[in-house]
Every structure is written in C-alpha cells, then in structure tokens.
C-alpha cells in the first residue's frame, strides 16, 4: 500500500508498478526474486494487497509472507515482515476470512519495537494501526491520531500513494462527524493524488467517496465514472459492487 508511483530509472520497479496498478498483482508479484529479503518482501506485499481487493489468494499471501520472515535478518527487515504480518491479518479480519484480531494487534505491535519513529517505514506501520483501531477496535479517536501521523511520515519521505490513502480516511472520520467540507477536500485530495500516479485500482473507491459528498449531478457523474473503472478492472475492488449497484427500476429514493 505504500509508494511513491515513480521509480526513476529502474525498468522492474516501473512494470511492477504498472501491473500492480491495473490490478494484476499474481503477474507483478512474478517478476520478483524471492531469494533476497526485499523483493521477497515486495512479493508478499503485493499478494496481500490482492487479498483485500479480491477476497482471494489467502494462502498464496501466507507462503510469500512466511518466505519474506525467514529471509528477514535485520530488525528494519524484521519489522517490515511484521507490518505485513499485521496487516495480512487484519484483511482477512476485515472481510470475514478469519477472525486474526488479536494477531493482528501483536504483529503491529512487533512492528512498533522494531521499526523506530522517523523511519521510513514507519508512517505505513502508524497507518495500519489507525486501521486496526477505526475497524476492528472501534477507537476513532485513536485511529485519527494514527492517520494523522502516518500523514505527516508519508509527507516527510514522499510517499505519495501512502498520502492519499490517509487523506481518505481521515477524510471517511470527518464525513462521520458531519464535517462535510473537510471530507469533500480530503477525498479529492485523495482522488488527485491517484489519477496522477495512475492507480487504477485505487480510482473507483476514491470516486465513489468523493461522491458522497458532493451533490446532484455531480455525484452521479462521480459513480457512473466509478462503475466504468471497475468493469474495466474485471470487478475490482470486490467489496466496491455493493455501493455502486444501481438503483432497482421503480425503486424509492429519498
């Protein structure tokens, strides 16, 4: 989940990219050695992301992740494999896999001793845990103050995808406390960002959002665009269809 978009000059991080962005994580995930602990890592990140936006390649996940452990040697590697731990287990608590709350809690919290504050692999260590408490603890309070740290760590090293995804859920918090100009500026924040890294995968969901937001007709312009981007994705994200599901004929609004 985290990264910039950019990879300069290297042609492997640039298709990996490319791949990863169009949804196609097995096809990225390929191109990379598993025999060294950072592409191995890489490796394991990227089938975990497919397992939150697909719903599948649980186990797949696990065995790149568990091949990324044992190669991990250093306590920055260490604590990367467990910011990954952490976070493939509160994906499968999310989407009703398994509940893995509790492993979820100990692996970030692993992660926490093991990656100091200031690191760059902090901001996405602070962000998962704000996920951990906006959805599984039920801490809002907690999960905004995570978020906003993982904001301020992602601003300071450039993470520009790890940006506008703390846009957007410290945008999410705000639309729940009726803060609706402050929700509309983060979500567009958040829209911006991935149209201009060509995050394909990420676009729909920040259009639906933003959408939310905004009035007629704007905000039916906002979802129409979102359909079309997921049937382009073969259905991806899969926890997007329910929200953009049209309307049955003949239904009630309000």
């Known amino acids: 989940m985290s990264g910039n978009g950019t990879t300069g000059d290297d ?3 640039t298709a990996v990219w490319r791949l990863r962005s169009r949804a196609c994580w097995s096809d990225a995930a390929a191109l990379l050695p ?26 797949e996940a696990e065995d790149a992740l568990r091949t990324a452990e044992a190669l991990a040697h250093s306590d920055e590697e260490r604590g990367a494999a467990a910011c990954e731990r952490g976070y493939l287990a509160y994906a499968a608590t999310l989407l009703g896999v398994r509940d ?26 602070d962000f998962r845990r704000g996920l951990v408490a906006q959805n599984l603890a039920g801490a809002p309070q907690a999960a905004r103050a995570a978020f906003r740290r993982a904001h ?9 995808l790890l940006l506008s995804f703390t846009w957007r859920h410290l945008a999410g918090l ?6 609706l100009t402050e929700a509309r500026h983060g979500f ?17 969901p920040a259009l639906v959002s933003l ?12 979802r129409e665009e979102a359909r079309r981007l997921f049937r382009l994705l073969g259905g991806v994200p899969t926890w997007l269809a329910r929200q953009l599901a049209p ?7 309000a």
């Open 247 to 253: 309307p049955a004929p003949g239904a009630a609004t």
């Open 34 to 59: 598993a025999d060294r602990p950072d592409p191995a890592l890489q490796r394991a990140a990227l089938l975990t992301e497919r397992c939150l936006y697909t719903e599948r390649g649980w186990e």
């Open 152 to 160: 301020a760590g992602a601003a300071a090293h450039g993470d520009d």
């Open 100 to 125: 893995r709350a509790d492993e979820a809690r100990s692996a970030l919290g692993r992660a926490a001793a093991l990656i100091p504050p200031g690191a760059a692999g902090r901001a996405l260590l």
């Open 174 to 179: 705000a639309l729940r406390e009726g803060e």
């Open 11 to 13: 042609p492997l991080q």
């Open 211 to 222: 959408a939310d937001t905004e009035e007629e007709p704007e905000a039916s312009r906002l």
């Open 188 to 204: 567009a924040e958040s829209l911006r960002i991935r149209e201009e890294l060509g995050y394909l995968v990420g676009t729909a």
